[in-house]
């Protein structure tokens, strides 16, 4: 049984008559020891996912699912205290911005302290010393007197790793990164990556690692997950992801990136937006922004289907040419868009 | 934070300036003459007057004058009462515990009731509680204080006599002052039923001060904490596993107090000019009164030296303000 394991997950906003899906009907597992990577555009409800796994949607978010269990426990129909216990302590997570995830008015030492003292107990100079081993855990220099300092005293990086000291202090079985670099430097995005992943395998957690950088789910990630417009598009093994996408989506995210437009004057990007709360297309989500859609793309929306034994959200999933598979005569009656 | 200290009281020293002209050249714009204030109905002969006017000062130029008052200031004395003749600064320190008491006791009410409301509307907002508690502050803000007061009078103490309608204490009581403020001293005193005599005397006027103040804390709680419960640290505390009253009276209230705390420290400046038109209509003994009786008789000493005290304690409580702002926010402490 996988550890975190989530079946048709929807999460939605506004009135209940017309209800704006954020997530739509998203499955995933993961296991003790994997990184799954969850990529996809901003708007593509990466986050909104993440967020109820953790039980932080609010009012008036609605969240539902066919399952939501975390080894085993029902998360949905859990009494709220108790999937409290659960959240900060077996499940954790790390958030964009580290610079505004830390509160302002409290020092470091007394935020990593206080998720020890709600899950662990514990007295406060045994809790302190394990604030200093999580300091050095993260590779805070002279962490000593870091322990006293406030977060506006601290850089960007720095307040990262105080972020990611925060979310391992009660060694969590799960770890949801929500894109933990995008807010700093290149040079420290690479450092906090190796130092989530390293983490990650010293202790055999699971990870969900949320983010638009495809080159960094490619060497991080076991397993791939595409999402759009709060759908699941595509997933699958990372490798096989990266050979051969099968939805044209993620072919033209992977085209888009930089070392494959190689022989081309400009990068190629995809045109056009993720499609919001009032412009969702009434077909398939992609198909203004497809290359190959077609007529009956445009009329009706695709299921997930298993192809070559890949999830894909496409009725005419890539072939390992990267062409579109199924295009028969009675389908193309359209000119593709 | 030493240093902090001083510069901030250095910023005191020209406010402290610019109050002194504007008291003293305001009053005498007042279309009125202290001498034949004095003299009342029946008047003084020319020769009487002129005497008068030499004696008080008044026939020299004004500039001098200003200037002959500012040195007595700055030696500690703010003058004679023409009224009484005893010194102003004595006057004021007898007067004065009472104004404190009222205004102590008008604050706690603000803050007690203020914060709490404040936060109930933001963790309910948009919810029937919200638009409660922002109506009732609404009015409280709007009402003036004159008419709350008698609105109160009416109802609880004519109506209903639950409270008495004016005065600190029952007349059947009575000690030598100790400390000047009226509920310890009636504790210190002994006398049976002396506290909850000065008490019931306290709470009319309590509540009429400190409802405009109560309001503005409340609807300043409610708006900051709806800002800081947007940010991303209180989901970060959530995500802890945090119960909901942690989040909440931790978390983000202690970020939400910065500002309320500002306005509290402004509050204190409505608050002492509310003192006057309540302790006027409760029959108050305190500074508030003393100077609305002041200004009647155009008591130029005593208006004069009672608004520079109570500029020099607004001031004053600024001050501690942006102390007590440094201790609750790390950021400004840090500032070089």
Same mark, same amino acid.
């Given at each position: 049984?996988?550890?975190?394991?989530?079946?048709?997950?929807?999460?939605?906003?506004?009135?209940?008559?017309?209800?704006?899906?954020?997530?739509?009907?998203?499955?995933?597992?993961? /296991?003790?020891?994997?990184?799954?990577?969850?990529?996809?555009?901003?708007?593509? &409800?990466?986050?909104?996912?993440?967020?109820?796994?953790? *039980?932080?949607?609010?009012?008036?978010?609605?969240?539902?699912?066919?399952?939501?269990?975390?080894?085993?426990?029902?998360?949905?129909?859990?009494?709220?205290?108790?999937?409290?216990?659960?959240?900060?302590?077996?499940?954790?997570?790390?958030?964009?911005?580290?610079?505004?995830?830390?509160?302002?008015?409290?020092?470091?030492?007394?935020?990593?302290?206080?998720?020890?003292?709600?899950?662990?107990?514990?007295?406060?100079?045994?809790?302190?010393?394990?604030? $200093?081993?999580?300091?050095?855990?993260?590779?805070?220099? /002279?962490?000593?007197?870091?322990?006293?300092?406030?977060?506006?005293?601290?850089?960007? &990086?720095?307040?990262?790793?105080?972020?990611?000291?925060?979310?391992?202090?009660?060694?969590?079985?799960?770890?949801?990164?929500?894109?933990?670099?995008?807010?700093?430097?290149?040079?420290?995005?690479?450092?906090?990556?190796?130092? $989530?992943?390293?983490?990650?395998?010293?202790?055999?957690?699971?990870?969900?690692?949320?983010?638009?950088?495809?080159?960094?789910?490619?060497?991080?990630?076991?397993?791939?997950?595409?999402?759009?417009?709060?759908?699941?598009?595509?997933?699958?093994?990372?490798?096989?992801?990266?050979?051969?996408?099968?939805?044209?989506?993620?072919?033209?995210?992977?085209?888009?990136?930089?070392?494959?437009?190689?022989?081309?004057?400009? $990068?190629?990007?995809?045109?056009?937006?993720?499609? *919001?709360?009032?412009?969702?297309?009434?077909?398939?989500?992609?198909?203004?922004?497809?290359?190959?859609?077609?007529?009956?793309?445009?009329?009706?929306?695709?299921?997930?289907?298993?192809?070559? *034994?890949?999830?894909?959200?496409?009725?005419?999933? $890539?072939? /390992?040419?990267?062409?579109?598979?199924?295009?028969?005569?009675?389908?193309?009656?359209?000119?593709?868009? | 934070?030493?240093?902090?200290?001083? !510069?901030?009281?250095?910023?005191?020293?020209?406010?402290?300036?610019?109050?002194?002209?504007?008291?003293?050249?305001?009053?005498?714009?007042?279309?009125?003459?202290?001498?034949?204030?004095?003299?009342?109905?029946?008047?003084?002969?020319?020769? !009487?007057? +002129?005497?008068?006017?030499?004696?008080?000062?008044?026939?020299?130029?004004?500039?001098?004058?200003?200037?002959?008052?500012?040195?007595?200031?700055?030696?500690?004395?703010?003058?004679?009462?023409?009224?009484?003749?005893?010194?102003?600064?004595?006057?004021?320190?007898?007067?004065?515990?009472?104004?404190?008491?009222?205004?102590?006791?008008?604050? %706690?009410?603000?803050?007690?009731?203020?914060?709490?409301?404040?936060?109930?509307? =933001?963790?309910? !907002?948009?919810?029937?509680?919200?638009?409660?508690?922002?109506?009732?502050? %609404?009015?409280?803000? #709007?009402?003036?204080?004159?008419?709350?007061?008698?609105?109160?009078?009416?109802?609880?103490?004519?109506?209903?006599?639950?409270?008495?309608?004016?005065?600190?204490?029952?007349?059947?009581?009575?000690?030598?002052?100790?400390?000047?403020?009226? %509920?310890?001293?009636?504790?210190?005193?002994?006398?049976?039923?002396?506290?909850? #005599? =000065? @008490?019931?005397?306290?709470?009319?006027?309590?509540?009429?001060?400190?409802?405009?103040?109560?309001?503005?804390?409340?609807?300043?709680?409610?708006? #900051?904490?709806?800002?800081?419960?947007?940010?991303?640290?209180?989901?970060?505390?959530?995500?802890?596993? @945090?119960?909901?009253?942690?989040?909440?009276?931790?978390?983000?209230?202690?970020?939400?107090?910065?500002?309320?705390?500002?306005?509290?420290?402004?509050?204190?400046?409505?608050? %002492? =000019?509310?003192?006057?038109?309540?302790?006027?209509?409760?029959?108050?003994?305190?500074?508030?009164?003393?100077?609305?009786? +002041?200004?009647? !008789?155009?008591?130029?000493?005593?208006?004069?030296?009672?608004?520079?005290?109570?500029?020099?304690?607004?001031?004053?409580?600024?001050?501690?303000?942006?102390?007590?702002?440094?201790?609750?926010?790390?950021?400004?402490?840090?500032?070089?």
């Amino acid at each position: 049984m996988a550890l975190l394991e989530v079946k048709n997950l929807t999460v939605e906003f506004g009135s209940e008559d017309k209800p704006f899906r954020a997530v739509d009907s998203v499955s995933y597992s993961v /296991d003790r020891g994997e990184v799954l990577g969850i990529v996809g555009e901003s708007g593509s &409800g990466k986050s909104v996912s993440s967020l109820a796994v953790m *039980g932080l949607i609010d009012f008036p978010g609605r969240v539902s699912a066919d399952a939501l269990t975390f080894d085993g426990q029902d998360l949905i129909t859990m009494p709220a205290k108790r999937r409290r216990e659960i959240t900060g302590k077996d499940i954790a997570m790390i958030f964009q911005d580290p610079m505004s995830a830390l509160n302002p008015c409290f020092t470091v030492e007394a935020q990593i302290m206080e998720a020890l003292k709600v899950h662990e107990g514990g007295n406060k100079k045994q809790r302190r010393e394990r604030t $200093l081993d999580l300091l050095n855990q993260v590779g805070i220099p /002279d962490p000593k007197s870091r322990m006293t300092a406030y977060p506006h005293q601290l850089s960007g &990086g720095m307040s990262q790793r105080i972020v990611i000291a925060m979310a391992i202090a009660c060694n969590p079985r799960l770890l949801i990164a929500d894109e933990p670099t995008t807010a700093l430097d290149v040079t420290i995005q690479a450092q906090i990556i190796d130092l $989530l992943l390293k983490l990650q395998e010293d202790s055999d957690m699971g990870l969900i690692l949320i983010t638009h950088d495809l080159a960094l789910v490619s060497e991080a990630a076991n397993r791939i997950q595409v999402m759009y417009a709060g759908q699941l598009f595509e997933s699958g093994p990372a490798d096989s992801i990266f050979a051969a996408p099968r939805h044209p989506y993620t072919q033209a995210l992977l085209e888009a990136l930089p070392e494959r437009s190689e022989g081309h004057d400009r $990068l190629r990007t995809i045109p056009g937006v993720v499609p *919001g709360q009032y412009d969702r297309p009434q077909g398939c989500l992609l198909a203004p922004r497809c290359r190959y859609a077609n007529e009956h793309c445009v009329k009706s929306r695709p299921e997930v289907t298993d192809f070559n *034994g890949r999830d894909v959200r496409c009725f005419y999933p $890539l072939n /390992d040419q990267g062409q579109p598979t199924g295009l028969t005569a009675d389908t193309t009656t359209g000119e593709t868009v | 934070m030493l240093g902090f200290l001083f !510069r901030r009281l250095g910023d005191i020293i020209p406010t402290f300036f610019g109050v002194t002209l504007l008291v003293f050249f305001l009053i005498r714009l007042i279309p009125s003459d202290p001498i034949l204030m004095m003299a009342g109905e029946r008047g003084v002969d020319a020769e !009487r007057y +002129a005497e008068l006017q030499a004696q008080y000062g008044f026939d020299q130029p004004l500039i001098v004058q200003y200037f002959d008052y500012l040195m007595g200031v700055f030696q500690g004395d703010l003058g004679k009462s023409f009224v009484t003749k005893k010194p102003v600064l004595d006057e004021f320190l007898t007067l004065f515990p009472a104004t404190v008491e009222l205004a102590v006791m008008g604050i %706690l009410f603000a803050v007690i009731l203020g914060i709490p409301l404040g936060v109930l509307a =933001a963790i309910n !907002r948009g919810k029937w509680l919200d638009h409660l508690t922002m109506s009732v502050s %609404l009015t409280g803000y #709007s009402m003036p204080i004159f008419w709350w007061a008698l609105l109160l009078i009416m109802f609880f103490s004519t109506t209903l006599g639950w409270t008495p309608v004016s005065g600190r204490i029952s007349v059947m009581y009575f000690f030598e002052p100790v400390t000047g403020f009226m %509920l310890i001293d009636s504790l210190l005193s002994g006398e049976k039923g002396a506290f909850t #005599s =000065a @008490l019931s005397h306290m709470i009319l006027p309590t509540v009429a001060l400190g409802t405009i103040p109560m309001a503005v804390i409340a609807r300043m709680t409610r708006s #900051s904490m709806l800002e800081v419960l947007g940010e991303e640290y209180i989901r970060v505390a959530r995500a802890k596993g @945090l119960a909901p009253m942690r989040v909440i009276m931790v978390h983000a209230l202690r970020n939400a107090l910065i500002p309320v705390i500002t306005v509290i420290g402004l509050q204190v400046g409505v608050l %002492l =000019a509310g003192a006057i038109l309540t302790e006027t209509i409760f029959s108050w003994p305190g500074i508030g009164k003393w100077i609305i009786e +002041a200004m009647n !008789r155009r008591d130029y000493p005593t208006i004069q030296g009672g608004i520079l005290m109570i500029a020099f304690l607004v001031m004053a409580v600024n001050l501690i303000v942006d102390v007590l702002y440094g201790i609750i926010n790390p950021r400004i402490r840090y500032k070089r």
